[in-house]
Nanobody
Framework: QVQLVESGGGLVQPGGSLRLSCAAS????????MGWYRQAPGKQREGVAA???????NYADSVKGRFTISRDNAKNTVYLQMNSLEPEDTAVYYC?????????????WGQGTQVIVSS
């Protein structure tokens, strides 16, 4: 089982920036992809951005041009740089990883980190 620990959430004014981090730990696993999801109050969880082990990325239309996902393979860590934040970005942000272990595909979720965009 892979454990994920997120950090970097907080309160920021509209137009501001935050950087989220998510570190994966465990043994005997090979990461396929890592990504970020978010869930705002009263809404369904939605995908924000993802990055594969080879560096391919994809983004939700609502964050394109404002958010950047990156990863440090050596540290099994993924980052989400969030710029030009809007109140609509307020949500709990969750990290997720898909990985192989014992030739079986599995996934893990982090505990979530709160992002509040407000003046």
């Amino acid at each position: 089982q892979v454990q994920l620990v997120e950090s970097g959430g907080g309160l920021v004014q509209p137009g501001g920036s935050l950087r989220l981090s998510c570190a994966a730990s465990g043994s005997g696993f090979e990461i396929i992809s890592m990504g970020w999801y978010r869930q705002a109050p009263g809404k369904q969880r939605e995908g924000v951005a993802a990055i594969t082990s080879t560096g391919n990325t994809n983004y939700a239309d609502s964050v394109k041009g404002r958010f950047t996902i990156s990863r440090d393979n050596a540290k099994n860590t993924v980052y989400l740089q969030m710029n030009s934040l809007e109140p609509e970005d307020t949500a709990v942000y969750y990290c997720k990883t898909d990985y192989f272990t014992s030739n079986r595909r599995s996934d893990s979720w982090g505990q979530g980190t709160q992002v509040i965009v407000s003046s």
